[in-house]
T-cell receptor, first 112, second 116 residues
């Protein structure tokens, strides 16, 4: 089954404790991206990657890091999480040219 | 900069009625794409329909249609014969031309509730 898989789906952590949200897709898509969803703000792009070893900032990159060492994986790293990073996070992918984004199921993160 | 505006935070509709969810957009690009996604209470994002800026016909997918009015910069989603399972959050999104091609810009969303 074609899918984007995120882990963990739910996480409660404390300020400053490094964490990684993994994302993996099995559709051989070149493009991958991370979004965060907050009430009243819709979804906002954090980072995106056009292909392996090619990443760039989105609209809200502060406090996040990403890497793209393999085509299928695009982890999101919070080096020192803060409460304002409490949010619902989505990983998404699509073929290189165009078309709709395929979203993972979301990861709900709470930072205390 | 590209912007999507959804002016209806919430809508309540009787089952089997048609419903229109409003979406206006702002862009200076000539080539762009418009998308609608559905987010049920379980949280996943489900792609519904796509309209390209050069498409002459309004897009349709089953009970979903997109009322695309380019001059007014609007891309309203029409759901015909609404069902209880249509209750969800709906997001309008846009992907722009060359500069904006690498992201979807989302609106704030409209929460649709279908009453039996």
């Amino acid at each position: 089954e074609a899918q984007v898989t995120q882990n963990p789906r739910y996480l409660i952590t404390v300020t400053g404790k490094k964490l990684t949200v993994t994302c993996s897709q099995n559709m051989n898509h070149e493009y991958m991206s991370w979004y965060r969803q907050d009430p009243g703000l819709g979804l906002r792009q954090i980072y995106y990657s056009m292909n392996v070893e090619v990443t760039d900032k989105g609209d809200v990159p502060e406090g996040y890091k990403v890497s793209r060492k393999e085509k299928r994986n695009f982890p999101l790293i919070l080096e020192s999480p803060s409460p304002n990073q409490t949010s619902l996070y989505f990983c998404a992918s699509r073929p290189g040219g165009a078309g709709e984004l395929f979203f993972g199921e979301g990861s709900r993160l709470t930072v205390l | 900069a590209q912007k999507i505006t959804q002016t209806q935070p919430g809508m309540f509709v009787q089952e089997k009625e048609a419903v229109t969810l409003d979406c206006t957009y702002d862009t200076s690009d000539q080539s762009y794409g418009l998308f609608w996604y559905k987010q049920p209470s379980s949280g996943e994002m489900i792609f519904l329909i796509y309209q390209g800026s050069y498409d002459e016909q309004n897009a349709t997918e089953g009970r979903y249609s997109l009322n695309f009015q380019k001059a007014r910069k609007s891309a309203n989603l029409v759901i015909s014969a609404s069902q209880l399972g249509d209750s969800a959050m709906y997001f309008c999104a846009m992907r722009g031309g060359i500069q904006g091609a690498q992201k979807l810009v989302f609106g704030q969303g409209t929460r649709l509730t279908i009453n039996p």
